[in-house]
């Protein structure tokens, strides 16, 4: 049988027919007698039924009806900052997610909730629960409060809202990189390692008047885009973890060993057993263990003698829901690949070359691709975990996507604070002028709510307008903050 839909116009119709086997209450058991049920409102926006009359206890109100899958959706859809429901007098709803008796509206007025499912006609019921439990399934992410109402806005008028937010997550992003960066100087200088020791940084600390002097030193440079792109690879399933082995190893780890042969297998091996990811060969049969995992188990037992700090094991880690070529072993190989190019390939000299020579917005975006893009080879193009070959190769460790965000998330935010720094204002202006317009491929889930709910087409193919929505949709829509955004101000008022 087919998954059951459910569509809010199906609710109507019975609430329209009074399809009940019984005598309605309230969630706080106030008996509810529907006189007139009232008339469909077709005007977007506003209650779902118009003067209706209904007597709920001993009184009778006149006013307006809502209808909403989940008691939930009175917060989610924005009626409790929408003035349109102050002339509320019921809320029905088929499933109370949300275990409320009642809701607010806009003007502080408490308004009683029926949950109409256990006074359905039997075979409606069974209908109903199946749709229920599909729609579950469905509401992975909850719609924008003003996805209803806001085409009252122009496409100009939300966009021009979207550039200055995207402007404003890249001022953030900035300010963090910054932060880490005076932190990183500030460990170095007094020598401490994250995170054997801990430390705490004090007033003198967040006082202290840096000069460009003072990040001077490479390797902090180098550290800070180490922790940062890890924490990019981990997605976010795994980011802290990635980001927290970033810290123990170091760059400075990592450097003693530049002038090895191979540098990528050493770091394959000190990135994967510091990760506690490399089976313990010593225990397993020597049938299940592949020359490529034996390789890493002994070269670790050399490297390990230098090694002095925190270790990890494989129950840190997340594999349960990841598609194969997210898990942490392809990332990590595609890691240690990127810190050859930082460590060895000199990839911080040829992004200030990158941008020194190239004016044009696409050809740069293009060039910085072609550093952070990185093809499968090796053991990791046949593996997604240890010692079982994959039915499949894969093509890359890091693709087109994961590149555009290593680059507009981190590699940005930091050239613009690092020209900035070191007086290369020109530079710093065709970082923000390549910010502005870059064209990223592939999308989130967030993007595309944020589009669809504002009618917005292809916008957040442009990068600004894409960290836009994201900051829109995580700093305003999912806190609540309607009435603070722009958009909201305008549709609910």
């Not at 109409?116 to 019921?125: A, N, T």
């Not at 629960?129 to 100009?156: D, F, V, W, Y």
């Not at 696409?362 to 975990?385: C, E």
Request: proline content about 2%.
């Amino acid at each position: 049988m087919d998954k059951v839909v459910i569509n809010e116009k199906f609710l109507y119709e019975i609430w329209k027919n009074q399809e009940f086997e019984r005598v309605l209450v309230t969630e706080e058991n106030e008996p509810i007698t529907v006189i007139d049920c009232g008339t469909i409102n077709s005007v977007v926006g506003g209650p779902d039924f118009r003067n209706a009359r209904i007597k709920i206890g001993n009184i009778t109100f006149q006013g307006d009806v809502e209808i909403d899958l989940f008691h939930s959706d009175w917060k989610g859809h924005g009626h409790y900052i929408n003035k349109q429901y102050n002339k509320l007098i019921l809320h029905v709803v088929l499933n109370n997610d949300s275990k409320q008796h009642h809701v607010i509206t806009q003007n502080g007025r408490k308004v009683p909730s029926v949950l109409i499912e256990s006074f359905l006609k039997k075979d409606l019921r069974s209908e109903i629960q199946k749709a229920i439990l599909s729609e579950r399934e469905n509401r992975l992410n909850q719609k924008m409060p003003c996805h209803q109402i806001n085409s009252k806005l122009t496409k100009k008028e939300k966009l021009t809202h979207i550039f200055d937010l995207g402007f404003t997550r890249f001022r953030h992003k900035r300010e963090n990189v910054l932060l880490r960066l005076k932190e990183l100087t500030h460990l170095s200088e007094l020598n401490l390692k994250e995170p054997i020791i801990s430390y705490d940084l004090d007033e003198r600390f967040y006082n202290r008047k840096f000069s460009s002097k003072d990040f001077a030193n490479k390797q902090v440079w180098y550290q800070l885009i180490f922790e940062s792109i890890f924490e990019a690879l981990g997605y976010s399933n795994n980011k802290d973890i990635m980001r927290r082995l970033a810290e123990a190893v170091q760059v400075k780890f990592l450097s003693s060993f530049l002038q090895t042969d191979d540098f990528v297998s050493v770091t394959e091996s000190v990135l994967f057993n510091v990760a506690g990811l490399v089976p313990d060969v010593e225990k397993l049969p020597k049938s299940e263990v592949s020359d490529y995992t034996l390789k890493l188990f002994e070269q670790w037992k050399e490297l390990k003698q230098k090694y002095d700090g925190r270790t990890f094991h494989s129950t840190n880690w997340h594999f349960f829901r990841l598609r194969p070529q997210n898990f942490p072993t392809i990332r990590l190989a595609g890691g240690a690949r990127l810190l050859n190019k930082l460590l060895k390939e000199n990839m911080i000299e040829n992004i200030i070359t990158i941008f020194k020579k190239t004016n044009n917005p696409r050809r740069l975006s293009s060039d910085l691709r072609s550093i952070f893009l990185i093809k499968a080879s090796g053991y990791w193009k046949k593996h997604y975990v240890f010692d079982q070959p994959s039915e499949s190769e894969l093509k890359y460790f890091i693709g087109m996507s994961r590149a555009d965000e290593i680059i507009i998330n981190i590699i940005l935010p930091i050239m613009s604070i690092y020209f900035e720094i070191f007086n290369k204002h020109d530079l710093a202006k065709k970082v923000l002028k390549l910010y502005l317009n870059y064209y990223q491929v592939g999308e989130n889930s967030i993007v595309s709510e944020v589009t669809n709910s504002l009618q917005l087409d292809d916008a957040a193919k442009r990068t600004v307008y894409n960290q836009g929505m994201i900051e829109l949709y995580k700093e305003y829509c999912i806190k609540e903050k309607c009435l603070e955004c722009s958009i909201g101000q305008k549709v609910f008022n």
